[in-house]
């Protein structure tokens, strides 16, 4: 803990979107530039359920560095007296006089359905500011709940706000997202107007808002697809929403009458690079390509690894590789984003999540969290990969590490790709140069990402050095 530091301000990320720096409460805090109250974010998906949301509180206790916590949703208009008033708080929680309205400027009550739901728990939670312990205290008490649900989540911080003292400071406005159900109604609307474009973004929010409609938001969404005439794409949703149930009738049919009109060149990267690439990631220009392509030469039931997700775009452009397929991927990461503020790793799995969310391919992928040899060497680990890609840490004795678990879990003649091989990573670069490039044949190089095939017999290898596993 930092002595100059008096609260920390945590934004909670429901949409998986990560940059918030365009947000009412990343606006007030940048206006008033109070070098004692740092910020950073909390994943708290709106579809998470609560022993997610737990985990993620848990994160805070550990990470802040200052004495007050204060975890709000991004539309809150945040003041210097509210932290020159909690300066004077000798408390251990303070409850926040805030006003709070929907973007139509309707004023709003979010503990009207609190109980009945529980979808307001971010909005309660930003009523309230805590000292450390006494937020540790919340989370155990809310773990030792009855029924671990989001309803009796919101009780209990019904219950912490209505003994809360209130802090001595004007009332503060705070700006609402819609709910899922809402913004699936929007996406209805846009889709009545032959407006696709906005049709897709607000049925994309629902879904990331926790929408519970996991049939007809895809189904609804191939709709605006084709009407964008993305049609590879507008096939992953409508088989999407069959697979979901609920729709089956109405997508095939869908599905009938699109078929004829899918260009010939449907599967190839070129088909989804728009899609792709919309996706947040850090590999080069033609790497995506480079690893959709190599998805797409492997048998129907290919089992992919992926080590390290990040924000997606690698995920994304190797699952659409699998679409109309049984191949899947396991993406095994702890989705941490070391450049988190403050040097507090920050939790970017909803974002990931959201990414494949967006275009319907999370059935294709099943995230590991955790560190690769942490996942991997377990009883009930996958193996068996035709390919595994490594982007996961890049010190040397991590990536060292890393192959030398993954290797015997590949198939022989399968394919192992390693990341950040450049001068510039000396992990990536000394693995794939002293122990890599001389396990595998048949190489391949895209910019920093160095490939190559696990032979089927050592006779096929280079005999100058042992071979892994």
Same mark, same amino acid.
């Given at each position: 803990?930092?002595?100059?530091?008096?609260?920390?301000?945590?934004?909670?990320?429901?949409?998986?979107?990560?940059?918030?720096?365009?947000?009412?409460?990343?606006?007030?805090?940048?206006?008033?530039?109070?070098?004692?109250?740092?910020?950073?974010?909390?994943?708290?998906?709106?579809?998470?359920?609560?022993?997610?949301?737990?985990?993620?509180?848990?994160?805070?206790?550990?990470?802040?560095?200052?004495?007050?916590?204060?975890?709000?949703?991004? +539309? $809150? =208009? *945040?003041? !210097?007296?509210?932290?020159? @008033? &909690?300066?004077?708080? /000798?408390?251990?929680?303070?409850?926040? #006089? %805030?006003?709070?309205?929907?973007?139509?400027?309707?004023?709003?009550?979010?503990?009207?359905?609190?109980?009945?739901?529980?979808?307001?728990?971010?909005?309660?939670?930003?009523?309230?500011?805590?000292?450390?312990?006494?937020?540790?205290?919340?989370?155990?008490?809310?773990? +030792? $709940? =009855? *029924?671990? !649900?989001?309803?009796?989540? @919101? &009780?209990?911080?019904? /219950?912490?706000?209505?003994?809360?003292? #209130? %802090?001595?400071?004007?009332?503060?406005?705070?700006?609402?997202?819609?709910?899922?159900?809402?913004?699936?109604?929007?996406?209805?609307?846009?889709?009545?107007?032959?407006?696709?474009?906005?049709?897709?973004?607000?049925?994309?929010?629902?879904?990331?808002?926790?929408?519970?409609?996991?049939?007809?938001?895809?189904?609804?969404?191939?709709?605006?697809?084709?009407?964008?005439?993305?049609?590879?794409?507008?096939?992953?949703?409508?088989?999407?929403?069959?697979?979901?149930?609920?729709?089956?009738?109405?997508?095939?049919?869908?599905?009938?009458?699109?078929?004829?009109?899918?260009?010939?060149?449907?599967?190839?990267?070129?088909?989804?690079?728009?899609?792709?690439?919309?996706?947040?990631?850090?590999?080069?220009?033609?790497?995506?390509?480079?690893?959709?392509?190599?998805?797409?030469?492997?048998?129907?039931?290919?089992?992919?690894?992926?080590?390290?997700?990040?924000?997606?775009?690698?995920?994304?452009?190797?699952?659409?590789?699998?679409?109309?397929?049984?191949?899947?991927?396991?993406?095994?990461?702890?989705?941490?984003?070391?450049?988190?503020?403050?040097?507090?790793?920050?939790?970017?799995?909803?974002?990931?999540?959201a990414q494949l969310a967006d275009f319907d391919l999370e059935r294709f992928v099943t995230p590991r969290p955790g560190w690769t040899h942490a996942v991997l060497c377990r009883?009930?680990?996958?193996?068996?990969?035709?390919?595994?890609?490594?982007d996961g840490s890049h010190d040397y004795a991590d990536v060292l590490r890393d192959f030398e678990t993954i290797y015997p879990l590949v198939k022989p003649g399968g394919f192992?790709?390693?990341?950040?091989?450049?001068?510039?990573?000396?992990?990536?670069?000394?693995?794939?140069?002293?122990?890599?490039?001389?396990?595998?044949?048949?190489?391949?190089?895209?910019?920093?990402?160095?490939?190559?095939?696990?032979?089927?017999?050592?006779?096929?290898?280079?005999?100058?050095?042992?071979?892994?596993?």
């Open positions: 803990m930092t002595d100059h530091w008096l609260c920390q301000v945590f934004r909670i990320r429901e949409d998986g979107v990560y940059n918030w720096d365009d947000t009412p409460l990343a606006r007030s805090l940048d206006a008033l530039d109070r070098a004692d109250c740092p910020r950073s974010q909390l994943a708290m998906p709106a579809a998470a359920p609560v022993e997610v949301l737990l985990a993620m509180l848990d994160e805070a206790v550990v990470y802040a560095k200052a004495p007050w916590i204060q975890i709000a949703v991004q +539309g $809150l =208009e *945040t003041t !210097s007296g509210l932290y020159d @008033a &909690l300066a004077r708080t /000798t408390g251990e929680v303070a409850r926040l #006089p %805030l006003v709070f309205a929907s973007e139509t400027g309707d004023r709003l009550d979010p503990t009207d359905d609190a109980a009945a739901s529980g979808e307001s728990v971010a909005a309660l939670f930003s009523r309230l500011v805590w000292r450390r312990d006494a937020l540790a205290a919340f989370i155990g008490r809310a773990r +030792g $709940l =009855e *029924t671990a !649900s989001r309803r009796e989540l @919101a &009780l209990l911080l019904e /219950t912490v706000a209505a003994d809360a003292p #209130p %802090l001595d400071t004007p009332p503060l406005h705070c700006l609402l997202s819609p709910r899922g159900e809402a913004l699936f109604q929007e996406g209805e609307m846009w889709l009545r107007r032959s407006d696709p474009a906005k049709a897709v973004a607000a049925l994309n929010a629902a879904k990331r808002m926790g929408c519970g409609r996991d049939s007809e938001t895809p189904y609804l969404k191939a709709l605006a697809k084709a009407g964008l005439r993305r049609l590879p794409e507008a096939r992953v949703h409508a088989e999407a929403a069959i697979a979901a149930g609920g729709m089956t009738r109405a997508a095939w049919q869908f599905l009938r009458e699109l078929m004829p009109y899918l260009p010939a060149d449907a599967g190839s990267y070129a088909a989804v690079r728009t899609a792709v690439e919309s996706a947040g990631g850090d590999l080069a220009p033609g790497q995506a390509e480079f690893l959709h392509n190599l998805v797409l030469s492997l048998p129907n039931d290919a089992k992919i690894l992926e080590v390290g997700g990040s924000r997606g775009r690698s995920t994304t452009a190797m699952a659409f590789a699998c679409a109309g397929t049984a191949r899947r991927i396991v993406t095994v990461a702890p989705f941490f984003d070391n450049d988190g503020p403050l040097g507090c790793p920050d939790s970017v799995l909803d974002v990931w999540q009883p009930d680990a996958p193996r068996d990969f035709d390919f595994a890609v490594i192992i790709a390693l990341h950040a091989v450049e001068p510039g990573w000396p992990g990536p670069w000394r693995v794939w140069r002293q122990v890599a490039a001389l396990s595998l044949v048949d190489h391949a190089v895209v910019s920093t990402l160095s490939c190559g095939r696990k032979p089927v017999d050592r006779n096929e290898g280079s005999k100058d050095r042992p071979w892994p596993g």
